[in-house]
T-cell receptor, first 114, second 115 residues
């Protein structure tokens, strides 16, 4: 799996958009970009994933650059409850026989402040 | 519906004792994963089960660690002769299948403390 690079920490004001960047310059054409988050003392929670196109769901938007070497997770209106560690993960599409284990990096610790 | 559940939520044990951690996946999910998260560390993969296939044990740190999944549902992670470095939060996740696009749903974890 490709390696990802994320800032260690970020702050965001409550009600503002939180933009979390991720670099995955060695990503291959078969690899998806996944985002999970982990709120303190809880298990990780799935947010969103994408391959090439930008994606949006009820939680967030995912913007993937045209060359797919980086992406940005956008929380449009951050709340205090969005304070968590956010993990960007790349995951091969052709690993059926190997299983879909997730390889977590250190993530970005997002602090949403009032 | 019910999510992934794990028990116990907390376990304190003495060095050298054996422990068993339990995971109940979401009903109907065929793939089950164990991860652990040590203090200050990221999450690391331990073992993966998919249906009746042989499990992927590539992440188990030593032969003191083992896991089984009975009847394709409940899984038990066993740690024999526990050491202090085994102290961590052990997380279980399940997904409908093991295709790369299948979302993994995580349980709340079991916090293991080895004294």
């Amino acid at each position: 799996d490709a390696k990802t690079t994320q800032p260690t920490s970020m702050d965001c004001a409550e009600g503002r958009a939180a933009n979390l960047p991720c670099n995955h310059s060695t990503i291959s054409g078969n690899e998806y970009v996944y985002w999970y988050r982990q709120i303190h003392s809880q298990g990780p929670q799935y947010i969103i994933h994408g391959l090439k196109n930008n994606e949006t769901n009820e939680m967030a938007s995912l913007i993937i650059t045209e060359d797919r070497k980086s992406s940005t997770l956008i929380l449009p209106h951050a709340t205090l409850r969005d304070t968590a560690v956010y993990y960007c993960i790349v995951r091969d599409t052709k690993i059926y026989n190997q299983g879909g284990k997730l390889i977590f990096g250190q993530g970005t610790e997002l602090s949403v402040k009032p | 519906g019910a999510g992934v559940s794990q028990s116990p939520s907390n376990k304190v044990t003495e060095k050298g004792k054996d422990v068993e951690l339990r995971c109940d996946p979401i009903s109907g999910h065929t793939a089950l994963y164990w991860y652990r998260q040590s203090l200050g560390q990221g999450l690391e993969f331990l073992i993966y089960f998919q249906g009746n296939s042989a499990p992927d044990k590539s992440g188990l740190p030593s032969d003191r660690f083992s896991a089984e999944r009975t009847g394709g549902s409940v899984s038990t992670l066993t740690i024999q002769r526990t050491q202090q470095e085994d102290s961590a939060v052990y997380l279980c996740a399940s997904s409908q299948d093991s295709f790369s696009t299948d979302t993994q749903y995580f349980g709340p974890g079991t916090r293991l403390t080895v004294l």
